[in-house]
């Protein structure tokens, strides 16, 4: 069963393997979501946050497993931009967009269509363009720790947020624009009913 | 669409790393231009897309559950593969001391000398000889007169031939014994160094 972070308290009592087992439940689904963010459809975002884990198991009695947040996401994010650096494989299946309860509404449908849009542009950033971006947007950190998180000063990340922001804009422009006529015409049509 | 300078200080501002007195600033002209303020909200709705993205990659249940399971699986193989290391290399370094010890055992006894006397043996005479069974040195029987004074030292190459040798005299001495012959060489050999 996997725990929410703000319901976690760890006890003083607890032991390294414990504490470890318990910050794998709390923090894997944010991780996978990172990891997704970082590889995209290059890898699998489960190898990633699985391998990450293991790398800190290894050596787990150096660090503080009460508060083990941004050692977790520093290591997933490391070990996902080491994936990408490897000879690249087979990208893998896209993954369908949506959560276990798709209700299919055409609402949705439109919905689901403009986050797949916007999921493929954000996986031909470059990959630490989307690093930054993810950990600033998604995890809400300062730009200091995301330079701390990636091994950047913090006009580099800056740099890095801004120029992945305006690649998106750009990748995205024909869609806003299409849809922007697309939606005149239709107010139009309606004017001429009326 | 604004400057890049001004989108810049836009996004900062959405990101909360605007200082205050820089916030500020901007909220004056956000007031005074209106074309700023549009550029703003297109800003905040595309951050709203983008959210939209970024929770849309939250794994399902069953990804996070096979995380952890696979996790706690390879963290108990590692467990155990680290004991078997640790045992293995326990009882690779016992055995390296016992082959050790061995081996030294084994070079070391043809060095070593048995000091260990030998028993008195007889030379049918009743007379006691003894002799020092000495592998460092040659074994060797001195004889004497009757005074004590030493007439020979006999050294032997081989214990065995001082045993032959002491078995030679006993019978030489029990043919002079039984010849009467008064002059008995009685050897009292006993080499202590």
Partial sequence: ?194 | MGSESDLELLETYLDGELPVADAEGLWRRLAAEPELSAQLDQLRADRELRQMVWRSMEPAETSVRRVEAGVGARARRRDVFSALRTAAGVLTAAAACILFGFAMGWLGHENYPSNIPQPAASTGGGIPVVSTADTSRRPELRIEDGSGNVRAVQQFRTPQEEQEFMQDLSRWNQRQSQSQIPDNVVPVSEDLQ
């Fill in chain 1, 1 to 194: 069963m996997s725990l929410d972070e703000k319901d976690w308290q760890p006890s003083t009592a607890e032991t390294t393997a414990e504490l470890f087992e318990k910050a794998v439940q709390v923090h894997s689904r944010r991780l996978l979501a990172i990891a997704r963010a970082i590889v995209g459809n290059r890898a699998s975002p489960e190898d990633v946050v699985q391998q990450a884990f293991m790398n800190l198991y290894q050596h787990r009695d150096r660090y503080d497993w009460r508060e083990p947040g941004g050692l977790l996401r520093r290591t997933v994010v490391n070990e996902a931009l080491r994936l990408l650096r490897q000879p690249r494989p087979a990208a893998l299946a896209d993954e369908s967009v949506g959560s276990d309860d798709d209700s299919g509404a055409v609402a949705g449908m439109i919905e689901n269509e403009t986050v797949t849009r916007v999921r493929r542009a954000i996986d031909r950033l470059p990959e630490h363009f989307r690093a930054a971006l993810v950990l600033c947007e998604y995890e809400n950190m300062p730009y200091a720790q995301i330079a701390e998180t990636l091994g950047a000063s913090v006009p580099q990340v800056k740099t890095w947020i801004h120029r992945g922001r305006r690649q998106l804009a750009e990748m995205l422009r024909p869609y806003v624009e299409g849809d922007a006529v697309v939606e005149g015409k239709r107010r139009a049509a309606e004017g001429k009913r009326s």
